[in-house]
């Protein structure tokens, strides 16, 4: 069955941290809460834990209420985003220390922190002391320790947050493949989309302490609940009346009160139907990024081919991937 949230709300005197959030997360999957620093992520996970006490609503696991289970009983694993190792331990007993204090047998412990470091893709990395470490292998074993006991449920606090952005990237595919292989249950709360993208099965949008959208990560992507959310998301512009009904209808589509569109929605084409000045051209190590003043739509950005030359003041044609457009609900007018 697995975790259930029910109209949770947290209050710290008249400030409601965390307001009204329901949420489902099911056996072997992975549910990314997203949103920015202050929604009240951080403190939902927390109460999921046992370490923040409900003001409202309930939290319960397999169908069973965990209003009256401590943390220490609740069968759930913490990992933050330092990893908080043990400096003086070394990997293979900071990876043991969950099963010591369960008394496991030391064979049973020995064998299980082998098992882990394979898993993590860290054999032969026992005697290390985490000071030697990088800082994608120090969370590799932060996450082995959180894996030891097998918990039913393990809590990712901004797992990769203090990891710089091609570590980051490496290892949030990686991270998604352990799960996947140890087949645990995970909650994770972070403010990168591309974090929330890369390991989650599943997406909720949290904004000033309530759930704003919630669902699959591919249909949360490409419906958007409203343009808060759309640019949360990565969509780089919303076009809104007359602007958004141009560009749709050059898309194809019927029109709609406002379009959400990234970055890469606009490419160069000789042949294509929109017609642009360009503002700014700069190069990048995949393409040529622009911006560009469009007719009857106004400022837009819009990518070339890498070895396409063009320059402020030129005039080019843009075609419209579709895939890189959302479009917003009547219903998000404001």
């Known amino acids: 069955m697995g975790l259930s949230l029910s109209h949770v709300g947290v209050r710290y ?20 809460v997203l949103g920015p620093s202050g929604c009240g992520k951080s403190t939902l996970l927390r109460a999921v834990a046992g370490l923040e006490p409900l003001t409202s609503g309930s939290v319960s696991f397999d169908g069973t209420d ?27 007993r900071n990876v043991a220390y969950p099963l010591r204090l369960r008394r496991t047998p030391r064979a049973a412990t020995a064998a299980r922190v082998r098992e882990l470091l394979e898993l993590v893709g860290l054999p032969g990395y026992a005697d290390r002391l985490p000071a030697t470490l990088s800082g994608g292998e120090r969370q590799r074993v932060a996450l082995a320790r959180a894996l030891a006991v097998e918990p039913r449920l393990i809590l990712l606090d901004e797992p990769l947050s203090a990891l710089d952005a091609a570590l980051r990237e490496r290892l949030a595919s990686d991270l998604r493949g352990i799960l996947r292989a140890a087949g645990t249950t995970a909650l994770l709360v972070t403010h990168d989309h591309e974090e929330a993208f890369a390991l989650a099965d599943r997406l909720a949008v949290m904004r000033a302490g309530r759930v704003v959208q919630q669902g699959p990560i591919d249909e949360v992507w490409r419906e958007p609940a409203d343009e808060s959310t759309a640019l949360f998301l990565g969509y780089a512009r919303v076009l809104r009346d007359e602007p958004a009904a141009r560009l749709l209808g050059a898309a194809g589509l019927p029109p709609s009160y406002a379009v959400a569109v990234r970055r890469s929605a606009l490419v160069a084409d000789p042949a294509g139907p929109v017609r642009a000045r360009v503002e700014q051209a700069r190069a990048t190590p995949e393409q040529v990024r622009l911006v560009v003043a469009a007719e009857g739509i106004g400022t837009l950005d819009a990518v070339a081919p890498l070895g396409t030359h063009v320059a402020p003041g030129e005039e080019v044609g843009l075609r419209v991937d579709v895939t890189r457009l959302a479009v917003l609900p009547i219903t998000a007018r404001p």
Not at 16 to 24: F, G, K, N, R, Y
Not at 71 to 78: D, E, I, N, V
């Open 13 to 32: 005197g008249a400030t409601a941290a965390v307001d009204d959030v329901s949420l489902d997360l099911p056996d072997g999957e992975v549910l990314a």
């Open 66 to 92: 965990l209003a009256a289970t401590p943390t220490h009983r609740r069968g759930f694993a913490l990992m933050f985003q330092d990893g908080q190792l043990f400096a003086h331990l070394t990997v293979a």
